[in-house]
């Protein structure tokens, strides 16, 4: 099946105004348009990063092809309402404290079209539509976020009385990653990195949207540093460049040393002694003030 579709990107909104249905009795045989169909469909995070084509079924009300959507069976004829006689809506008398109150309703036997069928079409069972599942093929693009809508023009439940069909809106939702986290087209990780490597710097292996790569962590890296890799990000669904790769270094703290390695860092810390004592001298200053 080929399907037909215009795309319209851009954040769901809601849905209103569509189908122009109405209840109003002298117009039930009129064409009406079909209802529109929101399907939600579930995206993993590298699907909607590089694009993806889709396959997913949906129910559709399809135009009875037995009965040709008159809801009767080939061959018999339609009737006048015995209830309305053919005029679609009754009269309703009603007491009220203001007296009698007169009103026009949609007669139900009819369903207001003032006519009803001799026999129904055993296909549809009078309905004149009937639920077929549809199978749709979308092409998702580089860069679809979640709540990114993409419009299937005409493939949604049939109209009746001959009206158009309704659209079908494919809703995308786009599911988290373990390690990547989208913001937008950024996106941001955490990278661990070990005591000497932020201390010394150090060539690290890093992930990306496009596989490990290599980086260099600078000397004396604090933890909770973050580095950008500049249009490394998400494409723009609309074209629009692409985001950015972030990452946030922390800093691992060794645990389960041995004796040995307890013993050089004791002798490590000896000899940074005068420099970390600056450091705490100006901590206690601060803390000084901010009591004073
Ligand atoms: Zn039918
Ligand atoms: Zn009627």
Do not use: W
Request: glycine share 12%; proline share 3%.
């Amino acid at each position: 099946m080929e399907d037909i579709f215009e795309s319209i990107f851009g954040n769901f909104g809601g849905f209103g105004g569509f189908g122009g249905f109405g209840s109003s009795a002298r117009n039930s045989n009129r064409p009406r348009k079909g209802e529109d169909i929101e399907f939600y469909l579930d995206l993993d995070f590298f699907e909607a990063v590089n694009g993806v084509e889709k396959e997913f079924f949906v129910n559709v009300k399809t135009v009875c092809n037995n009965c040709s959507g008159s809801g009767a069976k080939p061959g018999t004829k339609k009737v006048t309402c015995k209830k309305c006689n053919g005029r679609g809506s009754i009269r309703v008398q009603r007491q009220s404290f203001f007296g009698t109150v007169v009103s026009e309703e949609l007669c139900n036997e009819c369903n207001g079209t003032g006519e009803i069928v001799e026999e129904k079409c055993e296909k549809c069972k009078g309905k004149k539509y009937v639920l077929v599942r549809k199978k749709f093929t979308v092409k998702a693009p580089k860069g679809v976020n979640t709540n990114n809508i993409m419009t299937l023009k005409g493939q949604g439940n049939c109209g009746e009385n001959g009206g158009p069909n309704g659209d079908v809106y494919v809703i995308f939702k786009v599911k988290s990653h373990e390690l990547f986290v989208r913001n937008g087209n950024n996106v941001f990780y955490e990278l661990p990195i070990s005591f000497t490597e932020a201390t010394l710097g150090a060539e690290v292996e890093i992930p990306t949207l496009e596989g490990k790569e290599k980086y260099t962590i600078p000397e004396g890296t604090e933890t909770g540093t973050e580095f950008t890799l500049k249009d490394r990000g998400i494409s723009d669904v609309n074209g629009y460049g692409k985001g950015n790769l972030t990452f946030r270094v922390k800093i691992i703290t060794p645990k389960n040393l041995t004796d040995r390695q307890k013993e050089l860092l004791r002798e490590f810390s000896n000899e940074r002694e005068e420099h970390l004592t600056e450091h705490k001298k100006n901590f206690f200053e601060k803390v000084k003030e901010l009591f004073e």
